[in-house]
């Protein structure tokens, strides 16, 4: 056994794991909520009257702030900031790394001529722009080491916040960054032009039923899964140090088949993790609402409310980076990645997406009467048109290297893109096609379970499906495939995209009809069952994690890419650059752009995975097991010299099973890094990529099995990497 698996094993068991003491007073949300946050509030106490109307205006209207405005507000927030102890700001961006990035400074500026005394200080000029480098962030080609400059810009509808550490407190502003040509270098900039498009060809629609409308918002609640493990037994895992996932571990005899996690008792130690970051970002405004414990050992599930839905990404970004400091100081480490363990359920970010007009109306609730309801069908049937027309790219938004592993894994999401209605939808949506909105009985059934004291419940009009990926759950769509380790900002933009794109054409069809004399509303019913008719393949109402699913998704012509490479191929497609490039996401340098970063993101991280399987079949478990295997040879050798040589027979037998075992091991970790070396000879990025799936991780996996195999063969003194029955079960 290695030291140091010795000896995190034995602060497990002696119990002497320093539990971070939670520091959370005992006081009401209400009294904590949005405490380091720059918000409406703040501002009201902070900037003039007129600045603070100016601001309001702006967010409400869509406009632009002017220099003086953002003179006052770099003023009001300065003042702010330092009256909570802050002594540096940062702009905070989403750079194409997948995580955030920050450069702090400092608000003192000393005098330099020391004449005078220096000042804390925060102009417009600094609040408004900042310089970091570009070329030393993923671009796609955009920067190179010649051509640094980028910009990260503030974004004034995601409130500033005061993040507290140890070392201190920092003010941070939320923030785009694009290149010195003005492209986008990040993931915020197209999802602020996603989401006002989304408004603008929502709101059109929106007025065929109400001439009031001014604004639509896209909403998001995200759903956070984790797993949280043992620091100690992390730093014991090279492959999770390095990766994120476990490259090896056989399955632990106990595992998820019991079904007793989900929502079992929280344990103590995780608990007092929950409240300790749980109160670090209700002070920070994320209104973390839901926490359980999930379906595998060692998983866990957060969940807030409801936001605008660039908030919402920004709060969900935040949420993991507390998480990870949080979980340090409590001797533990979250993993985000979508498989951490073979043999039990992965993580996702399930996205509950919806619109919202600016009179307070939820554009997906079906209402009482959800079969007449015209304004709800024409929103609910133009996404569904909007997901088939554009399911490839839908798929593309959520490929990782990390997801591979997840989707169709009969625990999450297939990778063919499907709808699911529910049953009283479907019928409403099959009767539609062919005579529009009509009247359907819509009653709430009743369950009496006839026992006394227990209230009588009401049943709701559709089941949930967790085996879609894309799922109607009562006024909301869930897209439940992306991620647990991804920027929701890449599949939203995508989502708000296809859906304002859609959009924008039924207005164009519908005012086509009506110019022809047909009376708007029989226009609205006419385009929606043409739509209906050429996208009702698309909704899939059954089991998806089902082999018969997937041949009846050929047999309906939906396409199921299942590695990442084949997946982003629909990113630039001719479709999807045309959608692009007209909407003014992105131009068609910047779609080329992001899709070399993809492929190159997903390169470098399988490429990281088979190094280090190489390097711990070379240096932990070939050594270990050689060591045992020697033990084994001394057994054999002195059954032979005593004479009990039927013995001696049986430990020969395992002695050669542990040789084949281990050269096989050799041969297939020579072959891994031939593999590895051979798949840079592609021609293109995608060649390259695709080397990687198909040649490289089925090596991997190969590998894989024989060492897992060979732990179960192996005292368990002399195997050095914790094992799944340790990382699951030791708290």
């Known amino acids: 056994m290695s030291e140091i698996r010795y000896n995190a094993l034995q602060e497990l068991s002696k119990g002497s794991i320093a539990e971070h003491k939670n520091g959370s007073p005992k006081k009401r949300i209400s009294e904590i909520f949005g405490q380091n946050v720059f918000s409406l509030m703040v501002m009201k106490e902070y900037l003039t009257e007129g600045t603070y109307l100016r601001i309001v205006a702006a967010i409400k209207n869509n406009s632009k702030i002017d220099f003086s405005t953002a003179e006052n507000v770099a003023k009001g927030m300065k003042k702010w900031a330092t009256d909570n102890g802050v002594t540096h700001y940062t702009h905070w961006f989403q750079p194409l790394t997948g995580s955030t990035a920050e450069k702090h400074d400092a608000f003192y500026k000393p005098s330099l001529d020391f004449t005078v005394q220096g000042m804390e200080n925060l102009t417009a000029a600094e609040l408004v722009q ?50 010195y040509t003005g492209e ?31 604004n639509v918002i896209a909403t998001l609640g995200w759903e956070q899964e984790y797993f949280l493990v043992d620091e100690a037994l992390f730093h014991a895992r090279p492959d999770l140090m390095l990766t994120g996932r476990t490259l090896f571990g056989a399955a632990s005899p106990k595992g998820q088949q019991l079904e007793d996690h989900y929502f079992a008792t929280i344990p103590e130690r995780v608990q007092k993790y929950m409240q300790d970051f749980e109160h670090e970002c209700l002070k920070l405004g994320i209104p973390i609402l839901t926490r359980h414990n999930e379906v595998a050992p060692g998983q866990y599930e957060c969940a807030p409310m409801f936001e605008d839905l660039n908030v919402a990404i920004d709060h969900n970004l935040l949420l993991m980076d507390v998480m990870q400091r949080i979980a340090k100081k409590h001797g533990l480490r979250a993993l985000f990645h979508e498989k951490p363990f073979a043999g039990v359920n992965g993580s996702g970010k399930h996205n509950n997406w919806s619109m919202a007009t600016d009179r307070g109306k939820n554009l997906l609730s079906p209402g009482s009467q959800p079969s007449q309801n015209l304004s709800f069908l024409t929103f609910f049937i133009n996404v569904v048109k909007a997901i088939d027309t554009h399911a490839d790219l839908l798929r593309a938004s959520i490929a990782t290297a990390g997801n591979d592993h997840r989707l169709g894994a009969n625990e999450a999401p297939p990778a063919i893109i499907s709808v699911f209605t529910g049953s009283l939808i479907e019928q409403i949506l099959d009767r539609f096609r062919t005579d529009g909105p009509h009247a359907l009985e819509d009653h709430k059934e009743i369950i009496d379970l006839q026992i006394p004291k227990i209230p009588e419940i009401t049943i709701d009009n559709t089941d949930r499906n967790r085996t879609s990926p894309f799922p109607f759950t009562g006024n909301k769509f869930e897209f439940r495939a992306v991620g647990s380790s991804a920027n929701c900002s890449a599949a939203m933009t995508v989502l708000n995209s296809i859906v304002a794109s859609q959009l924008q054409q039924f207005g164009v069809d519908v005012d086509k009809l009506i110019a022809k004399g047909q009376v708007k509303e029989e226009a609205i019913i006419q385009v929606l069952k043409d739509y209906l008719k050429s996208s009702y393949h698309r909704i899939f109402n059954g089991n998806g994690y089902s082999e018969a699913w997937e041949k009846e998704a050929a047999k309906r012509g939906l396409s199921n890419r299942k590695t990442t490479p084949e997946a982003l191929s629909a990113f630039v497609s001719e479709s999807s650059i045309d959608m692009f490039t007209k909407l003014g996401i992105f131009n068609e340098h910047e779609v080329h752009a992001r899709y070399e970063v993809m492929l190159e993101q997903y390169i470098k991280q399988v490429e990281i995975e088979s190094m280090v399987t190489f390097e711990l079949a070379q240096t932990y478990i070939i050594p270990g097991a050689r060591k045992y295997l020697g033990e084994q040879i001394n057994i054999l050798k002195g059954l032979k010299e005593i004479g009990l040589d039927k013995a001696a027979d049986n430990s020969k037998g395992e002695v050669e099973e542990l040789c084949t075992t281990i050269e096989d091991i050799l041969h297939l970790s020579k072959a891994l890094k031939n593999a590895t070396e051979s798949a840079h000879h592609g021609k293109t990025a995608n060649e390259i990529a695709s080397g990687f799936a198909t040649k490289v991780l089925p090596l991997m996996a190969k590998l894989r099995i024989a060492a897992d195999e060979l732990e179960l063969k192996v005292d368990d003194a002399a195997w050095k990497l914790p094992k799944y029955r340790e990382l699951f079960f030791l708290r």
């Open 184 to 214: 986008s270098l990040d993931y915020k900039t197209p999802l602020l032009k996603s989401a006002e498009l989304l408004n603008q060809s929502a709101t059109r629609v929106c007025r065929y039923f109400d001439e009031n409308v001014n």
């Open 130 to 179: 900042r310089e970091p480098d570009a070329s030393s962030f993923p671009s796609g080609g955009l920067r190179n080491t010649a051509q640094a400059r980028g910009y990260s810009v503030w974004d004034p509808t995601s409130p500033a916040f005061i993040l507290e550490t140890e070392n201190g407190k920092t003010l941070y502003v939320p923030s785009i960054f694009i290149s």
